[in-house]
Nanobody
Framework: QVQLRESGGGLAQPGTSLRLSCAASGLTFRNYNVAWFRQAPGQERQFVAA????????YYADSVKGRFTISRDNARNTAYLQMNGLKPEDTAVYYC??????????????????WGQGTQVTVAS
């Protein structure tokens, strides 16, 4: 059974940092592109960042570019999202997702075969 388990969320003050982790099991992790999406209350789930199978390709939403960094460790079957310079508008449930779809489709949540349960990130002073 495929599982993606997020961790690392919590309450953070504006301007500070959090690092999210996504631990995968039940799949050959290195064969999947991995992304982070987020969903704020009353809003649609939105693409945040993606990393390709080998980790060399990374893609970001404009809203997080320069502040967030996505990475992965295939030896540990884990992906990460380093979030710096957090803003109140970053408040959302963050989801990890995995897909075998090619690069051009990484921003579309409908292309992802596997999802985690999500972790809450709240940015407030």
């Amino acid at each position: 059974q495929v599982q993606l388990r997020e961790s690392g969320g919590g309450l953070a003050q504006p301007g500070t940092s959090l690092r999210l982790s996504c631990a995968a099991s039940g799949l050959t992790f290195r064969n999947y592109n991995v992304a982070w999406f987020r969903q704020a209350p009353g809003q649609e789930r939105q693409f945040v960042a993606a990393v390709t199978r080998g980790g060399s390709g990374t893609y970001y939403a404009d809203s997080v570019k320069g502040r967030f960094t996505i990475s992965r460790d295939n030896a540990r079957n884990t992906a990460y999202l380093q979030m710096n310079g957090l803003k109140p508008e970053d408040t959302a449930v963050y989801y990890c997702a995995a897909t075998t779809v090619v690069i051009s489709g990484l921003g579309n949540l409908n292309n992802y075969q596997h999802w985690g349960q999500g972790t809450q990130v709240t940015v407030a002073s």
